[in-house]
């Protein structure tokens, strides 16, 4: 086993490859996940500057490999953009009747700067080839490795109560970790290999338990959430090779048994874990008493509706959560509601309705692991803007859309390799 192991460190297709590290898919994580790392003092700039620096170093890559020919604008990409487009501008008409100023402003600036870039990058490079995705999904599966590894680091050897990794704290640590832990699912489906099998299960359980660490409860829903789609997605799609399915089911069959055997655990002795890390968030949250986390949460949920049903059809304007009840909903379909209405939730669903049909027309059957990837994708970003972040902050959910936008290139077409 430590053989083979060997043998992935220098293996081209490995997510510890390290060529790939000088690869434009290396430098968009880095965008995209900015904030985990950007307010650390090494940098001689603000953290601003560092996520600028980022995003404007990406933006150059992509442009030489458009010379180079690496990748096109194809009608699909446009009509997203376009889509897109009429969202943002619908979000800037609803400033006139929006009550908020600052921080209104604050996320419309993220939402005409960051978010698009997070599309465009997805939808014009990684999204149009199926080497580009592995390598993309290989890279994002290499930082989420070494982030839980850092986890464990400050965990053990440090006294924090809560891991904060960079300006938005646990948060984005937590949701990059996690959606590594699906790609250990995905590829687990894909082994062929029992020792490969063994160790992507200790790693989705290292992983998950690493989630737990940082305090985040919505990341290990969306992980677990997530999961089930992607094995769920088996059976509705009559996949063939059920014995490497049945062999997915086992394993998460025995995983669900230990999330159940360590939240009764949890519940009947939570002094054993309440000095642990972020454990005692999670265990805050299945405090049934009614003093729990989870409580605020419906409170939350529900002035958002109450703001919703006082103007359905337009809301109260980009922000205007914030300046009624301070902050945001937690919510992403809520905030849409709330500050949008329903024509705002339209224009939003015009996104989703384009990629799930893009995916619908080209869906090939004998993909059916990174068919069900896709989808599992999707649903790990929505069901993770469920429960935090603002729409801009939420930028994932549109690059987990743009990709399965792209379905039809990620899965079929194989001829762009450049290492850059």
């Known amino acids: ?159 924090v109560g809560r891991v904060y990794t960079g300006e938005v704290s646990y948060l984005h640590s937590s949701r990059l970790i996690g959606v590594g832990g699906l790609i250990t699912v995905y590829w687990f489906a894909k082994a062929h290999t029992r020792w490969k099998r063994i160790l992507l299960s200790v790693i989705f359980l290292g992983m998950a338990a690493g989630i737990l660490l940082t305090g985040a409860r919505g ?34 069959s025995a995983l669900v048994a230990l999330v159940i055997v360590f939240i009764s655990i949890v519940i009947k002795f939570p002094y054993l874990f309440a000095d642990l890390g972020g454990f005692g968030r999670f265990i805050n949250l299945l405090d049934t008493s009614g003093t729990g986390s989870l409580a605020p949460r419906i409170e939350m949920y529900q002035q958002a509706f109450d703001m919703w049903v006082q103007s359905p059809l337009i809301g109260h304007g980009f922000g205007g959560f914030d300046v009624v009840y301070g902050g945001w909903p937690h919510n992403i379909v809520m905030e849409l509601l709330s500050e949008l209405g329903l024509l705002g939730l339209l224009l939003f669903s015009i996104l989703v309705i384009i990629s799930l049909y893009r995916f619908q027309v080209y869906y090939a059957g004998e993909s059916r692991y990174t068919s069900a990837f896709l989808i599992s994708f999707v649903v790990y970003w929505f069901i993770a803007a469920s429960l935090s972040f603002t729409i801009p902050g939420n930028r994932e959910l549109f690059i987990s859309l743009a990709l399965l936008c792209s379905s039809f290139d990620v899965i079929n077409n194989s001829t762009a390799d450049s290492t850059n």
């Open 1 to 159: 086993m430590l053989r083979q192991l060997w043998s992935e460190l220098g293996n081209p297709r490995s997510p510890f490859y390290a060529k790939q590290l000088f690869s434009f898919e290396a430098l968009f994580i880095l965008f995209i996940f900015a904030s985990i790392y950007s307010t650390y003092d090494v940098f001689p700039i603000s953290s601003t500057g560092v996520t600028v620096l980022v995003a404007a170093s990406s933006v150059l890559v992509a442009f030489v490999l458009w010379i180079r020919g690496d990748w096109e604008i194809r009608p699909i990409a446009v009509v997203f953009f376009i889509a897109y487009g009429l969202f943002v501008l619908y979000i800037i008409m609803s400033l006139m009747w929006s009550p908020s100023s600052d921080f209104a402003y604050h996320k419309l600036v993220r939402m005409i700067t960051i978010v698009p870039w997070a599309i465009g990058g997805t939808i014009f490079v990684i999204g149009q080839s199926n080497r580009r995705f592995k390598r993309f999904i290989r890279l994002l599966f290499f930082f989420a490795f070494a982030l839980s590894l850092f986890v464990y680091y400050l965990v053990i050897f440090t006294s």
């Open 219 to 252: 990341s290990f829903v969306a992980l677990w959430g997530a999961s089930s789609a992607f094995i769920l997605l088996q059976f509705i799609y009559k996949f063939p090779f059920l014995v490497s399915i049945n062999h997915v089911i086992k394993i998460f």
